[in-house]
Structures are given as structure tokens and as C-alpha cells.
């Protein structure tokens, strides 16, 4: 065992200590809990972050603090009868009993529950009063009614100690709260940080989430590409936009915030490396740039691409798992400059809607009391069905054999894809670099070698080889719907395709489907 391993088993221990000694969590309806009551001590004596305040909104800090929430905390009273909120009553809710099946580390695959009483899963039970009768440390009665926007405390003990297992920030306040997914989430970061009266712009990646492009542009915000390369954002192009800022031309005052998808970059697959990563940070400290790093595919960092038909199969124990994953950007952030969205859709269940971010204590207070107007917190009983999961069921140690499995099975996915596309794709006009995280592959298209170009411009030929793909059955993305700065000349033509949605048996159907389209247009023989 490594170093690095041997540091991260440590760590777990230090977290199953910590349970340990602090016993029994008694948190009731609409508990008040903070960060701090579940982080290891050893950490608490790490410098504080920097302050932000010269990057907030005037929106953002104009907000008070809910009076409602705040009167909460008046309820960890003993013997207090409330009066003061809005409560309803347990009694009236209409769920008793939830019973559930779910699969017991390390026995994850579906097949095997398809059989009666399949091995390896549990039936598992969550009762209206199992706290009052001493069965659980969250019950529905809890669940059901109205919390606070930080999440329960029960989840909240489990996503600090996940973070400070996994990222360990190097600051010591540093806060964690639960989101309503990360769409949601960066919404409201984007809200915290931009105004549209101050003529904010934002930098990003040159393609990029799509709904992110949406959330910025309704609220006047301008969004600016930044070149890239089969690594993602290109950190001396991005120095070079900074320094270079004329804030009349580009009718925007200079960036301080940076929107980044640093693992299995959506749409492009690109993975940022560790020395990429700590070069962007040091370009965004010599310009005073705030980060929001948006990274749902984190868990999801495969072994390099073989060659078709050997998935390469690696076998890894916790400690391993997480000593090779790249580290974060609030893993890296000395200075608290780092809001991290995290999200449980992409790895457990994406109609939970649940997530968290991690940020230093004053941007998560900002972020709190906006999420107390917005939202209100994230849904009870999303909390309740991935706390009985995640805590009381598999404990940390399960939920990360649970991702060990979930990247083996898309590293299996994906060779597929790759194999199919060196099957069924003309190598003439088409290129691609094998993703090393995430769900998608980035196809370029050589324009160049349409027979009608230039008289049909990149994006008409582009048009034309989706709906000749849609004829043929494939729905592929677009390029063009991922482009920061759809206004200014196409840098090429790409597609963008998945190999997490389709059935494993139709994924090569699909590719074929698509190469026939491209030989068509393209008129490859």
C-alpha cells in the first residue's frame, strides 16, 4: 500500500472513530447542524479561507438570514412545546412505512435481483417513528416535514465526512451544504456572484454545458470561451484573455468568476490533469478569479483505453481508489476560492435531485440564505431513501466499492463505444481522442472535406448530418448547442455522443447508424 492510500485508509478510520466517540445523532424536525460538528479535529488548526466580498452580488448581500429557520434552532430546547413555526403535525402525514430492496456491497449487478430472494440485497425498512422508538437516528416523522436549507444534520454528517474523506480542502472552514441538484446549485451561485447592472461576464470552457449557457444569458450575464485543447481550458489562453481584457470592445467588465467542468468535461469527455489543474489555479490567483467547479463525473475516472475488445479489468480496494483520483480543485484551493457542485445524479439516482457544494464558510452562509427563499433545502424524502442507503446501510467504505463498481461498468461501456467507432466510422473525416472520465465521447468532423464546402457553411453541413443520423435512427448532440460564443466563427464541427444511455446492445447499432449518415454526406465510399 502507498502512501496516498495508506493516508486515505487513515482518514477512515479517524471518520469511524469520530462516529464512534460522538455516539448517537439526536437531530429532530428541522434540526439546526453546521459543518463543523462532524469534521475530525486534526483539521481545525489549517489557516481560514480568504474573503469574498468584493465578488458578491448586491443581491447576494442584501439577503438577511430567514427569521422562521433561525427561530428552528430554539427547538433543540429541552422540554420546549413550539408555538412559533409552522410545523404540521406528524400525525397527519400519510406515509407509514417505506420497505425497500437494495443490493449489499460488493454484490451490485441487476441481474442478480431479477431472481426470488436474490443474494446479496437487503429489505430494508423506514418507519414513521423509528427514532422515538429507538431503531433509527431518522425517521420519517423527520423526513416528511418542513428542514433547513443546509439539509438534515443526518445527511449532513455524511456528506462532510465524504468530503473530508475524498477532497480533504485545505483550509479549515470550510463548509458543506445540501443542494436541490447542481443545476439548481449554480443558478444560485451564478445569482451570488454576477450582476447584470455591473456588466458581468463569466469564463468557461469554448463548448460547455448547455444548461449552462442557459442560466447565464436570461440573467445578462456574458459568457466567455476559453480555447481548449484534449486536456480542456488551455490555462495560457485563458491568462492571455485576462491580460489582455478591453472591457469597451468585449462590452463586459473583466472576468472574476471561472465555470469549469474539470473531469469528463461535458460535452468535450476532456480531463484536465493534475499539473493542468494547478496551473489554472495559479492563473485564477493572479487575477482574483473565483472558480465554480462543476464536476458530476468525478467518480467516474477510467483506466486508458486499450485497444477494442479488452476492457482491461482492474480490480481496486478503497484506498487505492481514491489515492488515484485526480484531486480537485478544493483539494488544490489554499485560498477558498472554490465553489465545488456535487450531485449524486450521475453516480446514485438523478431523480433525487439531490447534491451539495463545498465552499468556505462565507460563501456557504451567502449560498444558505438564498437557498431559505429559493427552495427551502432539498426534498425529506430524497434524504431519508440516500441516508438509509448511504449511512445507515453501505457506511462510507460501501458507498465507494458502490463507485469502484459504477467505473468499471462505464470503462466496459465505453471501450464498447470506442470499438464500434473504430468499426463503423470513417477514420477519413472523423477523429477522436478515447475519454479517460465521464459519459462522452467528442467526435470532430473534418469539414474540410465536405464536397460542398465552403458553399455550405460549418454549421449547415452540421445540420445536415444530424437529420440524416435522426433518418437513420441515431440521435446524436450537436456541437454547435454547446458553444460558449455561438456568435463568433465555429472552431469546427464535432457531435457529441454518450455510452451511458443506451442499452449495451444497441450501442453499436447506433454507431453504425451514425457512420452511415457521415458516409452519405460526406460521400465516402
Given at each position: 500500500?502507498?502512501?496516498?492510500?495508506?493516508?486515505?485508509?487513515?482518514?477512515?478510520?479517524?471518520?469511524?472513530?469520530?462516529?464512534?466517540?460522538?455516539?448517537?445523532?439526536?437531530?429532530?424536525?428541522?434540526?439546526?447542524?453546521?459543518?463543523?460538528?462532524?469534521?475530525?479535529?486534526?483539521?481545525?488548526?489549517?489557516?481560514?479561507?480568504?474573503?469574498?466580498?468584493?465578488?458578491?452580488?448586491?443581491?447576494?448581500?442584501?439577503?438577511?438570514?430567514?427569521?422562521?429557520?433561525?427561530?428552528?434552532?430554539?427547538?433543540?430546547?429541552?422540554?420546549?412545546?413550539?408555538?412559533?413555526?409552522?410545523?404540521?403535525?406528524?400525525?397527519?402525514?400519510?406515509?407509514?412505512?417505506?420497505?425497500?430492496?437494495?443490493?449489499?456491497?460488493?454484490?451490485?449487478?441487476?441481474?442478480?435481483?431479477?431472481?426470488?430472494?436474490?443474494?446479496?440485497?437487503?429489505?430494508?425498512?423506514?418507519?414513521?417513528?423509528?427514532?422515538?422508538?429507538?431503531?433509527?437516528?431518522?425517521?420519517?416523522?423527520?423526513?416528511?416535514?418542513?428542514?433547513?436549507?443546509?439539509?438534515?444534520?443526518?445527511m449532513m454528517r455524511f456528506i462532510t465526512e465524504h468530503t473530508e474523506l475524498v477532497f480533504d480542502p485545505p483550509y479549515a472552514d470550510w463548509k458543506v451544504c445540501l443542494t436541490v441538484g447542481s443545476t439548481g446549485a449554480l443558478e444560485q451561485a451564478i445569482r451570488m456572484l454576477c450582476d447584470r447592472d455591473r456588466g458581468d461576464s463569466v469564463l468557461m470552457e469554448e463548448f460547455t454545458f448547455a444548461t449552462?449557457?442557459?442560466?447565464?444569458?436570461?440573467?445578462?450575464?456574458?459568457?466567455?470561451?476559453?480555447?481548449?485543447?484534449?486536456?480542456?481550458?488551455?490555462?495560457?489562453?485563458?491568462?492571455?484573455?485576462?491580460?489582455?481584457?478591453?472591457?469597451?470592445?468585449?462590452?463586459?467588465?473583466?472576468?472574476?468568476?471561472?465555470?469549469?467542468?474539470?473531469?469528463?468535461?461535458?460535452?468535450?469527455?476532456?480531463?484536465?490533469?493534475?499539473?493542468?489543474?494547478?496551473?489554472?489555479?495559479?492563473?485564477?490567483?493572479?487575477?482574483?478569479?473565483?472558480?465554480?467547479?462543476?464536476?458530476?463525473?468525478?467518480?467516474?475516472?477510467?483506466?486508458?483505453?486499450?485497444?477494442?475488445?479488452?476492457?482491461?479489468?482492474?480490480?481496486?480496494?478503497?484506498?487505492?481508489?481514491?489515492?488515484?483520483?485526480?484531486?480537485?480543485?478544493?483539494?488544490?484551493?489554499?485560498?477558498?476560492?472554490?465553489?465545488?457542485?456535487?450531485?449524486?445524479?450521475?453516480?446514485?439516482?438523478?431523480?433525487?435531485?439531490?447534491?451539495?457544494?463545498?465552499?468556505?464558510?462565507?460563501?456557504?452562509?451567502?449560498?444558505?440564505?438564498?437557498?431559505?427563499?429559493?427552495?427551502?433545502?432539498?426534498?425529506?424524502?430524497?434524504?431519508?431513501?440516500?441516508?438509509?442507503?448511504?449511512?445507515?446501510?453501505?457506511?462510507?467504505?460501501?458507498?465507494?466499492?458502490?463507485?469502484?463498481?459504477?467505473?468499471?461498468?462505464?470503462?466496459?461501456?465505453?471501450?464498447?463505444?470506442?470499438?464500434?467507432?473504430?468499426?463503423?466510422?470513417?477514420?477519413?473525416?472523423?477523429?477522436?481522442?478515447?475519454?479517460?472520465?465521464?459519459?462522452?465521447?467528442?467526435?470532430?468532423?473534418?469539414?474540410?472535406?465536405?464536397?460542398?464546402?465552403?458553399?455550405?457553411?460549418?454549421?449547415?453541413?452540421?445540420?445536415?448530418?444530424?437529420?440524416?443520423?435522426?433518418?437513420?435512427?441515431?440521435?446524436?448532440?450537436?456541437?454547435?448547442?454547446?458553444?460558449?460564443?455561438?456568435?463568433?466563427?465555429?472552431?469546427?464541427?464535432?457531435?457529441?455522443?454518450?455510452?451511458?444511455?443506451?442499452?449495451?446492445?444497441?450501442?453499436?447499432?447506433?454507431?453504425?447508424?451514425?457512420?452511415?449518415?457521415?458516409?452519405?454526406?460526406?460521400?465516402?465510399?
Open positions: 500500500m502507498d502512501d496516498k492510500s495508506f493516508e486515505k485508509w487513515k482518514l477512515l478510520h479517524d471518520i469511524q472513530q469520530g462516529r464512534a466517540k460522538s455516539g448517537k445523532l439526536v437531530a429532530g424536525v428541522a434540526a439546526v447542524c453546521n459543518t463543523d460538528h462532524f469534521k475530525t479535529t486534526s483539521r481545525l488548526n489549517l489557516p481560514k479561507a480568504k474573503r469574498w466580498d468584493s465578488h458578491l452580488s448586491r443581491e447576494s448581500k442584501s439577503r438577511p438570514q430567514c427569521i422562521l429557520k433561525q427561530a428552528a434552532s430554539y427547538l433543540s430546547k429541552p422540554g420546549i412545546v413550539s408555538l412559533g413555526g409552522g410545523l404540521p403535525s406528524s400525525e397527519y402525514f400519510p406515509f407509514y412505512n417505506l420497505t425497500l430492496c437494495v443490493p449489499t456491497p460488493p454484490h451490485f449487478a441487476e441481474k442478480d435481483t431479477r431472481i426470488a430472494n436474490p443474494p446479496g440485497t437487503q429489505a430494508i425498512s423506514i418507519g414513521k417513528y423509528d427514532v422515538n422508538a429507538d431503531a433509527s437516528e431518522y425517521d420519517l416523522s423527520i423526513a416528511l416535514n418542513y428542514g433547513q436549507a443546509t439539509g438534515s444534520p443526518q449552462a449557457l442557459e442560466t447565464l444569458v436570461p440573467q445578462g450575464i456574458k459568457p466567455i470561451g476559453v480555447p481548449m485543447d484534449e486536456e480542456g481550458l488551455i490555462p495560457g489562453a485563458m491568462d492571455a484573455i485576462l491580460s489582455e481584457w478591453d472591457e469597451k470592445a468585449r462590452g463586459a467588465r473583466k472576468p472574476h468568476v471561472l465555470y469549469t467542468i474539470p473531469s469528463g468535461q461535458n460535452p468535450t469527455g476532456a480531463t484536465q490533469s493534475l499539473h493542468r489543474r494547478r496551473s489554472i489555479y495559479t492563473v485564477r490567483q493572479r487575477h482574483d478569479v473565483y472558480i465554480i467547479e462543476d464536476d458530476p463525473y468525478y467518480f467516474l475516472q477510467m483506466p486508458p483505453y486499450r485497444e477494442a475488445g479488452d476492457n482491461g479489468k482492474f480490480h481496486e480496494d478503497v484506498g487505492s481508489f481514491l489515492a488515484r483520483l485526480i484531486p480537485s480543485y478544493v483539494s488544490l484551493d489554499v485560498d477558498g476560492r472554490v465553489l465545488r457542485l456535487d450531485s449524486f445524479s450521475k453516480v446514485l439516482v438523478p431523480g433525487s435531485r439531490l447534491g451539495w457544494i463545498t465552499a468556505s464558510a462565507q460563501i456557504v452562509e451567502r449560498y444558505l440564505r438564498h437557498a431559505e427563499v429559493a427552495n427551502q433545502g432539498p426534498s425529506g424524502v430524497s434524504q431519508i431513501l440516500l441516508w438509509k442507503l448511504l449511512d445507515d446501510i453501505w457506511g462510507h467504505e460501501g458507498y465507494i466499492q458502490w463507485l469502484i463498481n459504477l467505473k468499471t461498468e462505464y470503462t466496459r461501456r465505453r471501450d464498447m463505444l470506442l470499438a464500434a467507432c473504430e468499426r463503423s466510422l470513417p477514420r477519413s473525416v472523423v477523429s477522436w481522442s478515447p475519454p479517460a472520465t465521464g459519459m462522452f465521447l467528442w467526435l470532430q468532423i473534418d469539414h474540410h472535406k465536405h464536397p460542398q464546402y465552403p458553399v455550405k457553411s460549418v454549421d449547415m453541413i452540421e445540420g445536415e448530418v444530424f437529420e440524416q443520423a435522426i433518418q437513420k435512427g441515431v440521435l446524436c448532440a450537436r456541437g454547435s448547442w454547446f458553444r460558449a460564443e455561438p456568435d463568433t466563427p465555429a472552431s469546427g464541427m464535432f457531435f457529441r455522443v454518450t455510452f451511458a444511455s443506451a442499452s449495451e446492445g444497441t450501442i453499436g447499432v447506433a454507431i453504425e447508424r451514425l457512420g452511415e449518415a457521415l458516409r452519405e454526406s460526406f460521400r465516402v465510399e
